[in-house]
């Protein structure tokens, strides 16, 4: 899942004190489960910017609304009778869902609430580890679904360093286990090691090196792409 934190509620307010009229909008998906963007945070975030910003004008007022999810158009398009009514709309969705309330409110300012961090896989109560940059170019069939690219810290694609040690932890942090040392004890265990002795060659960080504007992923019914 994408996990997010709420920016600085300071730098929130300044983005918005000029307004009258603010529509705080949380997401029911990702940064609802990570307790940074959903219903609750939404109208917390919003209790909150009234009462700072009634010490600037009686005339301001800050409302909070929730949908499923911001990503999706179909979503909202629900959505857009409520936003007439705003000034400004301050997103708690990921930076995807922002700019996709930009799309259909083209006339209104949309601002983030939140900070994307990472994809991440729950791990605890309040915890998330990140396990995938999104980086469009995923091996895992071949490390034995362990991400070297987010989970080694020098991202190698053929590990392990010379710093690794005897004990399989990271040089780079006391108590870090090294992706590496995982991956090929992994791939001993599924019978797999042989994966390990091909050379990965150099990694494409763009999917698309001559594509210089947002990748959009099709589904032509069967498979997919990038495109």
């Given at each position: 899942?994408?996990?997010?934190?709420?920016?600085?509620?300071?730098?929130?307010?300044?983005?918005?004190?000029?307004?009258?009229?603010?529509?705080?909008?949380?997401?029911?998906?990702?940064?609802?489960?990570?307790?940074?963007?959903?219903?609750?945070?939404?109208?917390?975030?919003?209790?909150?910017l009234q009462g700072k910003l009634s010490l600037i004008s009686p005339d301001k007022e800050v409302r909070a609304?929730?949908?499923?999810?911001?990503?999706?158009?179909?979503?909202?398009?629900?959505?857009?009778?409520?936003?007439?009514?705003?000034?400004?709309?301050i997103s708690l969705a990921c930076g995807a869902g922002v700019q996709s309330l930009v799309q259909i409110l083209?006339?209104?300012?949309?601002?983030?609430?939140?900070?994307?961090?990472?994809?991440?896989?729950?791990?605890?109560?309040?915890?998330?580890?990140?396990?995938?940059?999104?980086?469009?170019?995923?091996?895992?069939?071949?490390?034995?679904?362990?991400?070297?690219?987010?989970?080694?810290?020098?991202?190698?694609?053929?590990?392990?360093?010379g710093g690794t040690s005897s004990y399989g932890y990271c040089e780079v942090g006391q108590g870090k286990p090294?992706?590496?040392?995982?991956?090929?004890?992994?791939?001993?265990?599924?019978?797999?090691?042989?994966?390990?002795?091909?050379?990965?060659?150099?990694?494409?960080?763009?999917?698309?090196?001559?594509?210089?504007?947002?990748?959009?992923?099709?589904?032509?019914?069967?498979?997919?792409?990038?495109?």
């Amino acid at each position: 899942m994408i996990v997010a934190k709420e920016k600085k509620f300071d730098d929130i307010l300044a983005m918005v004190k000029e307004y009258d009229r603010i529509l705080v909008l949380g997401c029911g998906t990702c940064t609802a489960v990570c307790h940074s963007g959903g219903e609750k945070e939404a109208e917390d975030l919003a209790f909150r910017l009234q009462g700072k910003l009634s010490l600037i004008s009686p005339d301001k007022e800050v409302r909070a609304a929730n949908i499923e999810r911001q990503c999706e158009i179909d979503f909202l398009r629900e959505f857009l009778t409520q936003a007439e009514w705003a000034d400004v709309v301050i997103s708690l969705a990921c930076g995807a869902g922002v700019q996709s309330l930009v799309q259909i409110l083209e006339d209104k300012p949309v601002f983030p609430g939140t900070d994307t961090t990472f994809i991440g896989s729950y791990t605890g109560e309040g915890t998330w580890t990140e396990m995938c940059r999104a980086c469009g170019e995923c091996i895992l069939h071949l490390t034995g679904g362990i991400c070297p690219v987010t989970r080694c810290a020098k991202k190698l694609l053929n590990g392990p360093c010379g710093g690794t040690s005897s004990y399989g932890y990271c040089e780079v942090g006391q108590g870090k286990p090294c992706a590496w040392h995982q991956i090929i004890q992994r791939l001993e265990a599924l019978n797999k090691l042989h994966l390990y002795e091909d050379i990965a060659p150099l990694k494409r960080w763009a999917p698309d090196p001559t594509d210089n504007g947002p990748r959009k992923r099709i589904f032509p019914g069967v498979g997919q792409h990038w495109k």
